[in-house]
Nanobody, 123 residues
Framework: VQLQASGGGLVQAGGSLRLSCAAS????????MGWFRQAPGKEREFVAA????????SYADSVKGRFTISRDNAKNTVYLQMNSLKPEETAVYYC?????????????????WGQGTLVTVSS
């Protein structure tokens, strides 16, 4: 599967953005999907994940209550709604797909990655 992330940009602190990740192929509903982010000089970190059916979600503690992950299997797309953004959340945001996983927060378990989209939060 090929993944294309979009929706990044410049936003003021406290603002919102919605990221999208479009997947190619007809097997999108077979993948659990995750969002990760990587700030300059830092390791890639888990943000959120969603099961293939969309029923189960998981979030990093730092984004709970502010970010929402969702998916539309008919459109082969996963979304990340980000509210109340903070300057320290400036990073490149990546979407990823995995067929079978033990730990959604472990980036090494994901099979496919998008190219990333830059989110810049100004103070």
């Amino acid at each position: 599967v090929q993944l294309q992330a979009s929706g990044g940009g410049l936003v003021q602190a406290g603002g919102s953005l919605r990221l999208s990740c479009a997947a190619s192929g007809r097997t999108f509903s077979s993948y659990d999907m995750g969002w990760f982010r990587q700030a300059p000089g830092k390791e890639r970190e888990f943000v959120a994940a969603i099961s293939r059916s969309g029923v189960i979600t998981s979030y990093a503690d730092s984004v709970k209550g502010r970010f929402t992950i969702s998916r539309d299997n008919a459109k082969n797309t996963v979304y990340l709604q980000m509210n109340s953004l903070k300057p320290e959340e400036t990073a490149v945001y990546y979407c990823a797909a995995v067929v079978s996983i033990r730990s959604w927060s472990n980036a090494y378990e994901y099979d496919y990655w998008g190219q990333g989209t830059l989110v810049t939060v100004s103070s």
